[in-house]
C-alpha cells in the first residue's frame, strides 16, 4: 500500500472517504458538503463513532466516516474509523482513495496523521499468504488530501513514521501469523537476521551447542523434546554511540509452538500456541522500526526460541533443572516453560549483554485473559518510575497497559521445597507469580514484564485488527525507546 500526499485529485480517485463529526460539518470536502447536508437531513448518517455510509456519484464512490463528537476524539478513534474506510473500499473495489484529512484542532495534529495512515494499513492487513485461490488484493493507492501546503513537510514526516510503525506491526502479526510448521526456532532466527539487514540492526544467532556452552539449563530443558532445535537470536542496535553504558533490553518470549508438553493443553488451547512466540514478533518488530528510524538509542533484543514438545527426552513434571543464573528450579508443570526460557534469557541479557533496564513481553498466562481480557496487556514491575515511562509511551501508541501488584507475598509462592524455586505459584494470582518468576533473573535492573496472552491475538476481525496475530507491543516498544532517546 502506497500512502501518499496529493498524489491524486479528489476527482480522479475511484473512492473518496470523508470523516463526519456528530457536531459539525467541517470535514466534508468542497465537493461533499452538500450530499453529506442531505444524508445528514434524511438520517442516512449522522456522524456517530463506527458508522459508514457509502454512496455512488456518477464517477466514484463516496465513503463516509462517523468520528462521533469532535470534543471526545483520540487516536483510537481515528484509527478505527480509517480502518472501517479502508475495508468498506475494499467491499467497493475501489483501488484508488482520496482520503480527506480529519482537521481538529482538538488533538495533536501528528496523532491525527499517524492514526489515520495506521488505521488504513491495519485495516487492509490480511494475511493470505497460505490461500491458493487469493482473492484480488492489489495494492491500493491511497492520497491523503486536505493538507495546507505549510504542512506539507511536516505531514510527509508523520506519514514515513507512521508506515515504519505499520510495517513494524505487520512483521509481528505475520510473526504470529505463521504456521509452527513453518516459522521454527531456525526459520524464526532467518526472519530475524532478514528483518536486521534489512531495517539496520546486527542479529547474532546461537545454536545448540552455543547455548549449552553459556548454561542456558532452563531454557535447554524446555527445548529438549522436539526435534527442532532451539536458537538464541541476539538482535544489536546502537544508535547512540555516546552512551553505551545505557542499554536498554528486551526480550520476547519465543515459544515457536507450545503444546504444554508432559502437562499437555487440551487441543482447544493447543491450536493457537503458534502464536506464543508473540513476544518474540514484538521484539523483532520493534527492533525494525526503532533501527529504520534511526533512533538515537542503544537496543538489544533477545529471544530463546524453542518449541515445548513431548518425546522420550523432553523435560517432565517433577523434574529438577539448572538455570544459567545458577539458581535451581522445580519443575511442576511443564506448561509453564515461557518463564524458564525468559529467565535464561533475561538473566543473558543483563550479564553478557549489559543491558541496563530490561523489558520482556510474552504470552505468558492464560490467567492475564482471565484477569485483564483481550485489550489490555497486564504488567509486572520492580519499578514504577519505569513503568510510568511504559504508561508515557502506551499513551502515545493507545495500546492499553495495566500494573499488577508485586507484592512479597507473591513472591513467597514460588519458594520450592527442595529446589531455590518452583514453576508455578499455585492457582491463585497465576499472572503475578509468573512475572515475578522472571524477576528473580534481572539481577535488580529496572524491569518491566508485559504479559500479552490476551493482547497478542484475536479471535476475530475487530477494529483494526484482523483475526490472529496483532502485533501487539510493538507501538508502544517503539514510544518508548523514541521517548527515552536523545534528540
Ligand atoms: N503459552 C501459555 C499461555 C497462554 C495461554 C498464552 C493462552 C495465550 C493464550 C503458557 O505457556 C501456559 O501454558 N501457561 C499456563 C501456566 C500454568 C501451567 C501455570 C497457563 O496459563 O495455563
Ligand atoms: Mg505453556
Ligand atoms: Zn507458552
Same mark, same amino acid.
Given at each position: 500500500?502506497?500512502?501518499?500526499?496529493?498524489?491524486?485529485?479528489?476527482? &480522479? $480517485?475511484?473512492?473518496?472517504? @470523508?470523516?463526519?463529526?456528530?457536531?459539525?460539518?467541517?470535514?466534508?470536502?468542497?465537493?461533499?458538503?452538500?450530499?453529506?447536508?442531505?444524508?445528514?437531513?434524511?438520517?442516512?448518517?449522522?456522524?456517530?463513532?463506527?458508522?459508514?455510509?457509502?454512496?455512488?456519484?456518477?464517477?466514484?464512490?463516496?465513503?463516509?466516516? +462517523?468520528?462521533?463528537?469532535?470534543?471526545?476524539?483520540?487516536?483510537? =478513534?481515528?484509527?478505527?474509523?480509517?480502518?472501517?474506510?479502508?475495508?468498506?473500499?475494499?467491499?467497493?473495489?475501489?483501488?484508488?482513495?482520496?482520503?480527506?484529512?480529519?482537521?481538529?484542532?482538538?488533538?495533536?495534529?501528528?496523532?491525527?496523521?499517524?492514526?489515520?495512515?495506521? +488505521?488504513?494499513?491495519?485495516?487492509?492487513?490480511?494475511?493470505?499468504?497460505?490461500? /491458493?485461490?487469493?482473492?484480488?488484493?492489489?495494492?491500493?493507492?491511497?492520497?491523503?488530501?486536505?493538507?495546507?501546503?505549510?504542512?506539507?513537510?511536516?505531514?510527509?514526516?508523520?506519514?514515513?513514521?507512521?508506515? *515504519?510503525?505499520? *510495517?513494524?506491526?505487520?512483521?509481528?502479526?505475520?510473526?504470529?501469523?505463521?504456521?509452527? *510448521?513453518?516459522?521454527?526456532?531456525? /526459520?524464526?532466527?532467518?526472519?530475524?537476521?532478514?528483518?536486521?539487514?534489512?531495517?539496520?540492526?546486527?542479529?547474532?544467532?546461537?545454536?545448540?551447542?552455543?547455548?549449552?556452552?553459556?548454561?542456558?539449563?532452563?531454557?535447554?530443558?524446555?527445548?529438549?523434546?522436539?526435534?527442532?532445535?532451539?536458537?538464541?537470536? @541476539?538482535?544489536?542496535?546502537?544508535?547512540?554511540?555516546?552512551?553505551?553504558?545505557?542499554?536498554?533490553?528486551?526480550?520476547?518470549?519465543?515459544?515457536?509452538?507450545?503444546?504444554?508438553?508432559?502437562?499437555?493443553?487440551?487441543? &482447544? !488451547?493447543?491450536?493457537?500456541? =503458534?502464536?506464543?512466540?508473540?513476544?518474540?514478533?514484538?521484539?523483532? +518488530?520493534?527492533?525494525?522500526?526503532?533501527?529504520?528510524?534511526?533512533?538515537?538509542?542503544?537496543?538489544?533484543?533477545?529471544?530463546? $526460541?524453542?518449541?515445548?514438545?513431548?518425546? !522420550?527426552?523432553?523435560?517432565?513434571?517433577? &523434574?529438577?533443572?539448572?538455570?544459567?543464573?545458577?539458581?535451581?528450579?522445580?519443575?511442576?508443570?511443564?506448561?509453564?516453560?515461557?518463564?524458564?526460557?525468559?529467565?535464561?534469557?533475561?538473566?543473558?541479557? @543483563?550479564?553478557?549483554?549489559?543491558?541496563?533496564?530490561?523489558?520482556?513481553?510474552?504470552?505468558? /498466562? !492464560?490467567?492475564?485473559?482471565?484477569?485483564?481480557?483481550?485489550?489490555?496487556?497486564? @504488567?509486572?514491575?520492580?519499578?514504577?518510575?519505569?513503568?510510568?515511562?511504559?504508561?508515557?509511551?502506551? $499513551?502515545?501508541? &493507545?495500546?492499553?497497559?495495566?500494573?499488577?501488584?508485586?507484592?512479597?507475598?507473591?513472591?513467597?509462592?514460588?519458594?520450592?521445597?527442595?529446589?531455590?524455586?518452583?514453576?508455578?505459584?499455585?492457582?491463585?494470582?497465576? /499472572?503475578?507469580?509468573?512475572?515475578?518468576?522472571?524477576?528473580?533473573?534481572?539481577?535488580?535492573?529496572?524491569?518491566?514484564?508485559?504479559?500479552?496472552?490476551?493482547?497478542?491475538?484475536?479471535?476475530?476481525?475487530?477494529?483494526?485488527?484482523?483475526?490472529?496475530?496483532?502485533?501487539?507491543?510493538?507501538?508502544?516498544?517503539?514510544?518508548?525507546?523514541?521517548?527515552?532517546?536523545?534528540?
Amino acid at each position: 500500500m502506497n500512502i501518499d500526499l496529493n498524489n491524486i485529485k479528489p476527482q &480522479d $480517485a475511484e473512492a473518496v472517504i @470523508v470523516p463526519v463529526l456528530l457536531d459539525s460539518d467541517k470535514l466534508a470536502t468542497k465537493d461533499t458538503a452538500e450530499l453529506l447536508n442531505r444524508l445528514k437531513t434524511k438520517g442516512k448518517i449522522k456522524g456517530e463513532h463506527g458508522e459508514v455510509f457509502s454512496t455512488m456519484t456518477a464517477s466514484q464512490d463516496i465513503i463516509f466516516i +462517523g468520528l462521533g463528537k469532535e470534543e471526545l476524539l483520540n487516536g483510537e =478513534k481515528v484509527r478505527i474509523a480509517s480502518a472501517k474506510a479502508v475495508k468498506k473500499a475494499r467491499e467497493l473495489k475501489a483501488k484508488s482513495l482520496y482520503v480527506q484529512l480529519i482537521n481538529s484542532d482538538k488533538l495533536c495534529y501528528g496523532t491525527i496523521v499517524k492514526a489515520m495512515v495506521e +488505521g488504513l494499513r491495519f485495516g487492509d492487513y490480511k494475511f493470505d499468504r497460505y490461500k /491458493t485461490d487469493k482473492k484480488e488484493h492489489t495494492d491500493l493507492d491511497i492520497c491523503l488530501g486536505g493538507v495546507s501546503e505549510d504542512k506539507l513537510k511536516e505531514t510527509e514526516e508523520y506519514i514515513k513514521e507512521a508506515n *515504519n510503525i505499520s *510495517n513494524a506491526t505487520i512483521i509481528a502479526r505475520n510473526l504470529v501469523n505463521e504456521p509452527s *510448521n513453518v516459522l521454527y526456532p531456525e /526459520t524464526l532466527a532467518e526472519e530475524a537476521l532478514e528483518y536486521g539487514k534489512q531495517f539496520g540492526f546486527d542479529v547474532e544467532v546461537f545454536d545448540e551447542l552455543q547455548i549449552d556452552e553459556l548454561k542456558m539449563d532452563a531454557f535447554l530443558s524446555v527445548a529438549e523434546g522436539s526435534n527442532k532445535a532451539p536458537r538464541l537470536i @541476539v538482535m544489536r542496535y546502537f544508535g547512540n554511540e555516546d552512551n553505551k553504558s545505557e542499554i536498554l533490553g528486551l526480550v520476547g518470549k519465543g515459544l515457536t509452538y507450545d503444546s504444554g508438553g508432559y502437562s499437555i493443553k487440551p487441543t &482447544d !488451547g493447543m491450536v493457537t500456541m =503458534k502464536s506464543d512466540m508473540g513476544g518474540a514478533a514484538a521484539v523483532i +518488530g520493534a527492533m525494525s522500526a526503532i533501527a529504520n528510524q534511526k533512533l538515537k538509542i542503544n537496543v538489544v533484543a533477545v529471544v530463546a $526460541a524453542c518449541e515445548n514438545m513431548i518425546s !522420550g527426552g523432553a523435560y517432565k513434571p517433577g &523434574d529438577i533443572i539448572g538455570s544459567m543464573a545458577g539458581k535451581t528450579i522445580e519443575v511442576l508443570n511443564t506448561d509453564a516453560e515461557g518463564r524458564l526460557t525468559l529467565a535464561d534469557a533475561v538473566y543473558y541479557i @543483563v550479564e553478557k549483554e549489559k543491558a541496563s533496564r530490561v523489558i520482556d513481553l510474552a504470552t505468558l /498466562t !492464560g490467567a492475564a485473559l482471565i484477569a485483564l481480557g483481550t485489550t489490555t496487556t497486564a @504488567v509486572v514491575t520492580n519499578d514504577d518510575a519505569f513503568y510510568k515511562e511504559l504508561e508515557a509511551a502506551s $499513551a502515545k501508541s &493507545d495500546e492499553k497497559v495495566w500494573q499488577l501488584p508485586a507484592f512479597e507475598d507473591y513472591k513467597k509462592m514460588l519458594k520450592s521445597d527442595i529446589a531455590d524455586l518452583k514453576n508455578i505459584g499455585g492457582r491463585h494470582a497465576g /499472572t503475578i507469580t509468573a512475572g515475578l518468576f522472571i524477576g528473580e533473573f534481572v539481577q535488580s535492573k529496572p524491569w518491566l514484564h508485559l504479559d500479552i496472552a490476551g493482547t497478542a491475538w484475536t479471535d476475530a476481525d475487530k477494529d483494526y485488527f484482523s483475526k490472529g496475530g496483532t502485533g501487539a507491543g510493538v507501538r508502544t516498544l517503539y514510544y518508548l525507546a523514541k521517548n527515552t532517546a536523545k534528540k
